[in-house]
């Protein structure tokens, strides 16, 4: 279906499953740092959603910004902030509908896990934070391999020219003045000649050594140390590929806000809604 033909749509038409027309990685929407302005934005979805569904005997809809975990997973920090942003700005849509039936509405914000151990504070950078060199970041690890690593791979792009790219997209420089936190160490560079080397090669992760495997984990070698090391010189770094035993927080507000309060399996939250429902 097309963007076009979605917004069209509204309550009077029968039940209907939308299909973002420019599907991304996994047939996904795109990520926020690759989402171009004719492309549905999470908002936008919810926005149209609250159109359709809102009649006189209420709805339930439930929303997902489901790449940030994906984001996590691939330790690339800057497409989790944005996707993160995005993501608020889609439950702002349902907190600016709330405010206008304020008596009859649960809006409920959570996650089903933590994923990839993401910490602030990095040893690298005497535990300073500069968060906002991520804004150099301008695509996200997906779009770079797919758009740019497959095509160094067919045309065995030289490392030099590999560089440029990384300093368009990431701002990653070999030179610089002396305060630009962007120019690449002496080790930052070694690192990542020898992941293109890897990446150029097409060595498999069933290939790995087990130093190897924590460094790159399954992803491209190339672009995930390309954003650790980004992240690094933001001062924030993971511990993880995977999802972590972390808690999640629960954020509740509305009608029975106060029973999503203490500390309890996430299976409640099933529990919770039911009993405010009146279904046994």
């Not at 009649?55 to 339930?60: I, K, Q, R």
Request: proline share 1%; aromatic share 10%; with cysteine.
């Amino acid at each position: 279906m097309t963007q076009e033909e979605a917004e069209a749509i509204t309550s009077d038409d029968e039940k209907v499953i939308i299909i973002d027309e420019n599907l991304a990685d996994s047939d996904a929407m795109a990520y926020e740092l690759d989402r171009t302005d004719d492309m549905w934005s999470l908002a936008g979805m919810v926005k149209k959603g609250i159109e359709v569904l809102d009649e006189e005997n209420g709805f339930f809809m439930m929303c997902e910004g489901g790449k940030i975990d994906w984001a996590c997973h691939a330790n690339d920090a800057a497409s989790t902030i944005n996707d993160t942003i995005a993501f608020a700005e889609a439950v702002q849509v349902a907190i600016d509908f709330a405010a206008e039936h304020p008596d009859e509405t649960l809006i409920i914000v959570t996650g089903d896990h933590e994923t990839g151990g993401l910490t602030i504070g990095f040893a690298g950078t005497d535990y300073d934070t500069y968060i906002t060199l991520l804004q150099n970041q301008t695509i996200s690890f997906a779009k770079y391999d797919s758009d740019y690593v497959a095509a160094y791979k067919e045309n065995h792009t030289s490392f030099e020219d590999v560089l440029a790219d990384i300093e368009t997209l990431f701002g990653l420089k070999t030179e610089g003045d002396e305060d630009d936190k962007l120019v690449l160490t002496d080790y930052e560079l070694s690192e990542l000649e020898t992941a293109y080397e890897k990446s150029i090669n097409g060595t498999a992760a069933s290939e790995y050594e087990q130093e190897e495997y924590v460094l790159y984990g399954t992803y491209e070698p190339l672009t995930v140390t390309i954003t650790h090391i980004i992240n690094n010189k933001s001062g924030i770094s993971f511990t993880s590929y995977s999802h972590t035993g972390l808690p999640v927080a629960v954020f509740a507000d509305g009608v029975g806000a106060d029973l999503f309060n203490g500390y309890y399996d996430n299976t409640e939250i099933y529990y919770k809604l039911a009993g405010l429902l009146g279904i046994e």
